[in-house]
């Protein structure tokens, strides 16, 4: 098959999202499939071509201004009818039998073009874009809670913290938010297939997006090529000789991480805490860690190679994630290589870890200080749960299989035309 794959991230420069993009193309190509990638970037203008791991990627450039919500009408709405003609104009010289997009800025355009030009297109959601503005369904910095609805009234309310004192200013553009929104979830309507990443973005889906209930929803996890991580693990040098905790990701509020160092506290784990990303909280975890009697080791942000350099040999990955996780890059690969984990149980977070049998889940910030002070001091139950997690993965993650399952649909699909 020939499979256009349009996506907002690739590597090396990426999140989980690109990685996971990557890790499906990877498998395409090595089931012998032909897979164009095309990704469009906001940091110029014209037409560019790079390679990652011999897979060549097409780059779609332009320009957005920096101001506040115009940005996102450029990035959006703009962009969209832009991205759909050039798309469009690229279909009609290239042939391909099904078009995939992966997120959200890439989705609505390549849903638009492959229907203009009557092909099959598949959109995968790996977050919550299609019922929540900020795509992370949490309505302010302090609430737990999941925003139950996007009405004018909550957006009214999910505005003010992120607006900070210029709020007032930002409520005139509730309106549009609104119907960004529900512009989005039509066009998702419109692809030949959905596919939700987990269990907890589907269901999220079929009761927040009436617009889809019609269209074909699919749960297919983001793969993930446990053999490639555990081969390259021996080639990799311990960073610290003694144990440590490790937390890596975004250091974001919606990533819990302001429970961090609390947490660590509250174990009481002599070990060090290794904190591997950055973000807007960065300054804040700095400041806590001053006046913690624990030992915090900030890294910063890391290239690939050597963030996983961290997480392979960590003890305990620890997860304080307080949003509805869709899939987490961090445990589904924690879990490949046999890293014992402790997480909260947020969203999609139990698609992947099987609470005692393949990690320790946990509701409370309490919790979760509990099953880090548990694996520090059970040594054989960190190594039950790390080689059960590793079986899981290969039987229910593995890129084989996950590409068997995308194969299946796209010739479902193509059959269908």
Known sequence: MRVLITTDAFPPNCGGSGWSTYELVRGLIDKGHEAFVIQPS????????????????????????????????????????????????????????VVHAQHLLTGPPSITAARARGLPVVCTVRDYWPICYWTDLLHDEQSVGVCPECTQTMMSRCIRPRAGAAWPFALPFVPYMKRNLEQKRKSLALSSAVVAVSQSVAERL??????????????????????????????????????????????????????????MEKSRVPWPLVVVGDGAERGLLERQSTTSNCQVEFTGWLNRPEALQWLYNASILVFPSRWPEPLSRVLLEASAIGIPIAAMDTGGSRDIVVDKKTGLLCQTSDGLAQAVADLYKDERLRQVLAEAAKRRMAAKFSTVNVISQMEALYAQLIGKR
């Open 42 to 97: 906001f940091d110029g203008r014209g037409r560019s071509v790079r390679k990652f791991d011999g897979i060549s990627v097409a780059e779609y450039r332009t320009r957005v201004p920096r101001i506040p919500y115009l940005r996102n009408y450029f990035k959006n709405e703009r962009f969209y009818r832009h991205f759909a003609d050039y798309l469009e104009g690229w279909l009609s010289e290239t042939p391909v039998d």
């Open 206 to 263: 079929r009761n927040r997006a009436p617009e889809i209930r019609q269209t074909r929803l699919e749960i297919i996890p983001n793969p993930v090529d446990s053999e490639r991580l555990l081969d390259e693990a021996p080639s990799l040098e311990r960073p610290l000789t003694k144990p440590y905790v490790l937390y890596l990701g975004k250091l974001a509020v919606n990533k819990g991480v302001r429970e961090l160092i609390p947490v």
